[in-house]
Every structure is written in C-alpha cells, then in structure tokens.
C-alpha cells in the first residue's frame, strides 16, 4: 500500500492552532480527491475534510466548518491541514488520504467512505487539553 507521509499532530490547548502536513509521493492528476479523516479511539473513522484538484474546492464536516482550512502546495507535492480554535473534541489520530488517479473525480462529495481511498498517510495524533 502506498504511504502518504504526514506531519504536525501534536498537543495543544483548547484554542490553540496546528497544521498538519502530508506529501504525496504518488502521481495526483486534476480530477482527483484528496481528503483528511480522523479516528478517535472507540469511534469510527470520520471524513473531516475534501479537496477537488479540479478547481481547488474544499468541504469541511459541520464539527470543523470554520475553523479548519485545506490546501494543497502542488510544487511540493504537500497537502495541508490547518486548524485553528481547536476543542478537545478534536482530540484523535488524523489520517490523510487520496483516490486513485484512475478514478476521475470532478467533486468530493461527502459521501466518500474510507474504504474507497487507496492511499493513506500514517496517521499523527491531535490532542487538545482542555
């Protein structure tokens, strides 16, 4: 299985700030979707975060809309995860992810489920105190 490799968990305040980083040593085309989950322990792996390469629109799950910002440095092959006003209901391991080239996406819808992503990041823990 192809690693992504992430960057950036940490331990953080409530109301603090991280950015979690992911390169992508694999081929990503214009029509694909990236994305960001995270797993709390006993919980199932929940989709935080999309981006469409086609055009560049992110979606953000309702839990981090407006505090969670997703981008993408295509020079550096990196994808990015910054978030801002963090609660300690954030607290989880982060996994970045991505569709297959092969499967031409011209929007990420939400609906996307874990087991439809090829390629994973290993994961970096997120833990807000309170």
């Known amino acids: 299985q192809v690693q992504l490799v992430e960057s950036g968990g940490g331990s953080v305040q409530a109301g603090g700030s991280l950015r979690l980083s992911c390169e992508t040593p694999i081929y990503i085309n214009d029509r694909q979707c990236l994305a960001w989950f995270r797993q709390a322990p006993g919980k199932e792996r929940e989709l935080v975060a999309t981006l469409a390469t086609n055009g560049g629109r992110t979606e953000f799950a309702d839990s981090v809309k407006g505090r969670f910002t997703f981008s993408r440095d295509t020079v550096k092959n990196t994808m990015y995860l910054q978030m801002n006003s963090l609660k300690p209901e954030d607290t989880a391991m982060y996994y970045c992810?991505?569709?297959?080239?092969?499967?031409?996406?011209?929007?990420?819808?939400?609906?996307?489920?874990?087991?439809?992503?090829?390629?994973w990041g290993q994961g970096t823990q997120v833990t807000v105190s309170s």
């Open positions: 992810a991505a569709l297959a080239p092969s499967r031409t996406m011209w929007y990420c819808p939400f609906s996307l489920r874990p087991s439809e992503f090829p390629y």
